[in-house]
């Protein structure tokens, strides 16, 4: 494969073909923040955290590092003060709908953002669609799925499918950042299948089972 | 009919067809385009096929069915040729009258254009100001040619661009002459088109892809659906001589699906093709293989973006793929896939018999050719028409337009949809032209020109515009997704007497993060009219935030 | 649409995941909606996993997963419409079926939608019912439009 040459933040970076900006990056140790990316996933590109600036022959722009093809010569800005007020703005949009998700109060105190800056909607899903994408990818379930568009787009459990295969996994629940894929989950139980889910296999018979962790539901998302 | 076999049977088929046709006889066209057919045009198209049976006329008289004239305003329209007499609001009960008169050569006055200021008539089309200042190439055709019907195109000398194409030039030839042309996309982004075909024709992979963006979600915007309607085959030949110069084997076209008449006349086009033989393989025996599909949208804006195009026809949710993949080199089930939109393709016949030396004559000095644009809003003569790149806006709004409505005086100009932007009618003797609309901070879109009049509050139409931008995002992206409603909302509130100290600075860290950290242009232009609003318009916007000082 | 037929649209499509859309269009056109049951036939006829048929069927608005009315009733809000008092036109619709957009009324007689733009701006602001144009529109000839559909 063959190497490639750019440069990040002043330091020239060695990458290989076929990487994206925020691989070589993350093997030289430069940090650029993400919220939907996972390493076991397909990259999104629907955070938009990870933007740099990108400047190839004279040009700038922004793009998501997480997707873009690094090449030779081009030159990545991982802040700067445009890329630092894309990613506060995100955040505050984020903060939005879940304004207390432990990532996203870090990633206010980097970015000076503001949590009570726009409307609040608190649904607590920031669709950033690692549950959807994990169970389609990783656990080839397909249990959880987005529906409709835009702003109203959101996540929803199959209730046929989420009834066998759920309870035994339980996977999505820690990866999602602000706790709201097991509520999400728990809900669809309580008024789809209620008292009818699958319970998993006792652990003597399994061959191998993940410890699982619950995280504590707070009031808040409680009363919802 | 049996399949055409080579370039020689093709010209003795056409040849026998004009044969057939007396230019003397006296034909009827009747528009069947979009805000006609709404106006019953086809009560009146049947009313003159009944007349003409009950009088038995059909030597004597041809009733013709036709795609959209282009004055949509003053519609039904009918022109009667030979002469092109331009008849105006027709109704059934006016066609015994313009029958008769016909027959005899003379002109049914009542029925034919007249100025609202003069009240001077216009009878030919070559004299009706809404008309006389177009320079038709495209759209031309519309009113000679019934879209059921293929001899009509070949009367008007269509699929000979096909032949020249394929019997007298390599692919690289073809190419060319659209790369010389210098024609740029019309679906909004301007691209050369003859690049983007190089691009595709260079990938790497075989299998090839070309596809028709027949999907127009862009407000206003009706053209491509008068052009693909009323001229089904002038987009295909333009498809397969584009799909020849890539080497693409399979094309889609790409378009709504509430539009029965339009599916009727695609599927009609594609079989009489296939039918015709320049559809399949080895078309006209020039060893060239080469089929098309139709495909529908669902009925959502952002499946007009390319990639998300692509992702529907592969049968998935229509998500942008960001560009850095770009489609040219992996696009539909990640092969090498060329779209361009309708009007794009249709001036691919033109260019390759005419040439690139022709098509580069007309113009300004980046943007060749002709555009069809639709005109709209509070003007007196909305409807269709094409004028040459470099046109000043003037002409388009006065000239062809006759103005403002209702005797109003114009305020704004608005471009592109809820993708372009506005701008003040000092600006007016600006060019029509790509990059100088852009810098103005009103691109040019797909075409839709509207008009605003002294009543418009532009608070108001920013608001409406990121409304129907709201239920057309597809949600994948933080910036579009969250960016728009939030802005949305800053707008509603404002147009409703609660705008708050701060909303200003909101709004122009949005539309600045919105436009440069979206996923696809549907988030990154959402805030161009915003941008255009606030550029122009700044001080109707400040009226509605209370001053220091002030409570609200 | 019975059953029969929407086994036959399926039948057409079985084996072909990229032919998902155009099935459900079909489908769509014929039955008015989108019954869950035959979701996941197609879902497993077609071989596209639930979830996807699902997000599909719930993200383009051509598509309902609810019974739709006896007569669809459309306000363009197009620009052009808006321009030329779609707004008004909309009010006047809502209040006299008493359905906001997307809804059915319980006698299942309108389902109304807004959208735009349907290519027939020269004659905004429009109603549509069951694909009629009736262009020019003024909120007073609302009511009598709307009385030739039982």
Redesign the interface.
């Known amino acids: 494969m063959s190497e490639i040459v750019l440069k990040i933040d002043d330091r020239e970076v060695k990458a290989t073909a076929g990487m994206t900006v925020l691989q070589a990056a993350q093997q030289a140790g430069i940090h650029i923040p993400t919220l939907c990316h996972h390493e076991k996933l397909e990259a999104f590109g629907g955070c938009r955290l990870c933007i740099v600036e990108v400047e190839v022959r004279g040009w700038t722009s922004y793009v998501v590092s997480c997707l873009y093809p690094v090449a030779k010569d081009i030159v990545v800005r991982t802040r700067s003060a445009k890329v630092d007020k894309i990613r506060k703005v995100i955040v505050e949009e984020l903060m939005a709908h879940a304004p207390d998700a432990p990532e996203l109060v870090k990633l206010a105190e980097v970015y000076g953002a503001d949590r009570d800056r726009f409307e609040r909607a608190e649904s607590f899903c920031i669709v950033c669609g690692l549950c959807v994408r994990y169970c389609n990818e990783v656990k080839q379930k397909n249990a959880v799925g987005f529906i409709d568009n835009g702003a109203l787009r959101e996540i929803s459990f199959i209730p046929e499918i989420a009834k066998d295969e759920c309870w035994a996994c339980q996977e999505c629940f820690t990866i999602c950042p602000t706790s709201y894929a097991q509520a999400a989950y728990l809900l669809t139980e309580a008024l789809a299948f209620p008292g009818q889910r699958k319970e998993p296999v006792p652990a003597t018979q399994q061959p191998e089972l993940k410890p699982r962790r619950v995280i504590p539901i707070t009031p808040v998302m409680a009363a919802r | 009919m049996p399949k055409l076999q080579s370039a020689a049977e093709l010209k003795k088929l056409r040849a026998e067809i004009l044969a057939k046709r007396d230019p003397a006889k006296p034909c009827i066209a009747v528009c069947a385009g ?2 006609c ?3 019953d045009s086809a009560a009146v198209a049947a009313a003159f096929l009944a007349e003409v049976a009950k009088q038995k006329l059909g030597g004597k008289l041809e009733v013709r069915t036709t795609g959209c004239h282009g004055y ?2 003053k ?1 039904p329209n009918v022109v009667v040729t030979p002469g092109e007499i331009c008849y105006f609001e027709v109704q059934p009960a006016d066609v015994p009258e313009i029958i008769a008169a016909t027959l005899k050569g003379e002109v049914v006055e009542r029925l034919v254009y007249q100025d609202p200021n003069t009240g001077a008539k216009a009878v030919h089309m070559n004299e009706v100001p809404f008309y006389k200042h177009q320079t038709r190439l495209l759209i031309g055709d519309n009113p000679k040619i019934d879209p059921m019907r293929i001899e009509d195109y070949l009367a008007v000398d269509g699929y000979a661009a096909l032949v020249k194409a394929l019997t007298e030039m390599t692919p690289e030839q073809v190419l060319d002459e659209v790369k010389k042309a210098n024609l740029r996309g019309r679906g909004g982004g301007g691209f050369p088109a003859g690049s983007k075909w190089e691009t595709t024709r260079n990938a790497p992979e075989k299998t090839k892809y070309v596809i028709v963006n027949g999907h ?7 053209m491509d ?2 052009m693909l309607t009323g001229n089904p085959h002038k987009v295909l030949e333009g498809l397969i001589i584009g799909a020849y110069a890539i080497g693409a084997q399979k094309g889609f076209m790409y378009t709504r ?4 008449l339009l599916e009727k006349h695609v599927r009609n086009a594609l079989a009489e093709a296939a039918e015709y033989g320049l559809l399949g393989k080895n078309i006209l025996g020039s060893g060239f293989d080469f089929e098309c599909e139709l ?2 949208d ?3 804006f ?1 499946s007009g973006e390319s990639s998300a195009l692509m992702r ?7 998500e942008p ?2 560009k ?2 770009r489609t040219s080199v992996s696009g539909i089930w990640d092969k090498p896939s060329n779209l361009n939109n309708v009007e794009t393709w249709a001036n691919v016949p033109q260019i390759i018999t005419k040439g690139a030396e022709w098509f580069t004559s007309i113009g300004s000095e980046r943007s060749k050719g002709t555009k069809l644009i ?1 005109l ?3 003007v007196v003569n ?2 269709i028409v094409e004028v040459p790149m470099g046109t000043p806006l003037r002409t388009l709004v006065f000239d062809i337009g006759g103005g403002v409505r209702d005797g109003k005086t114009l305020k704004a100009i ?1 471009f592109g ?2 993708m372009g932007g506005s701008i003040p009618v000092d600006l007016i003797d600006a060019p029509l032209d790509f990059d100088g609309m852009s810098k103005l901070g009103a691109p040019i879109g797909a075409g ?1 020109l ?1 008009l ?1 009049d002294e009543d ?1 509050d532009m608070v108001e139409v920013a608001r ?2 990121l409304d ?1 931008l ?10 579009c ?6 802005m949305l ?1 800053i707008l509603t509130n404002m147009t409703e007497g609660k705008g708050r100290t701060g909303d200003l600075e ?1 709004l122009e ?2 539309a ?2 919105t436009g ?4 696809c242009a549907l988030g990154k232009t959402s805030a161009d009219p915003l941008k255009s609003m606030l550029r122009y318009f700044k001080p109707e916007y400040e009226a509605r935030i209370p001053s220091a000082g002030e409570t609200k | 649409m019975s059953e029969k037929d929407i086994d036959g649209i399926i039948e057409k499509y079985r084996g072909q995941p990229s032919s998902l859309i155009h099935a459900l269009v079909e489908i769509q056109h014929q039955n008015h909606w989108l019954p869950r049951e035959v979701l996941h036939q197609v879902a497993d006829a077609l071989r596209v996993p639930f979830a996807q048929v699902m997000q599909i069927a719930s993200f383009y608005k051509a598509f309902s997963l609810t019974p739709k009315g006896r007569h669809e009733v459309h306000v363009c809000t197009g620009m052009t419409c808006h321009l030329r008092g779609a707004p008004k036109l909309q009010a006047k619709v809502e209040e006299l079926t008493g359905l906001k957009d997307g809804e059915t009324d319980a006698d299942s007689r309108f389902t109304f939608e807004t959208g735009a733009c349907l290519g027939s701006c020269s004659i905004g602001p429009e109603l549509i019912v069951d694909g009629k144009h009736y262009g020019r529109m003024t909120p007073e000839k609302v009511a009598d439009v709307l009385k030739r559909y039982e």
């Not at chain 2, 699906?257 to 029965?260: A, E, L, Q, S, V």
């Not at chain 2, 997704?481 to 939030?486: A, K, L, S």
């Not at chain 2, 440069?516 to 996923?519: E, F, I, K, V």
Request: proline fraction near 8%; glycine fraction near 16%.
């Open positions: 979009a805000a057919d709404g106006m949509c305003e519609g127009e979600g862009e407000s206003a915007a009706f659906r008068a699906h509430d539009m029965p495909h529908f669902v009925g959502i952002v529907s026809i592969e049968g998935n949710p229509p793929r960001p850095y993949i639709s709209s809003g509070n909305s409807g608005h949809g809820a839709g509207l605003m418009t409406y515009l129907f709201v239920n057309e995002s597809c949600g994948k992206c933080v910036p997704r969250e960016g728009m409603p939030q909302h909101r860290d949005l600045e993060v440069l950290g979206s996923l």
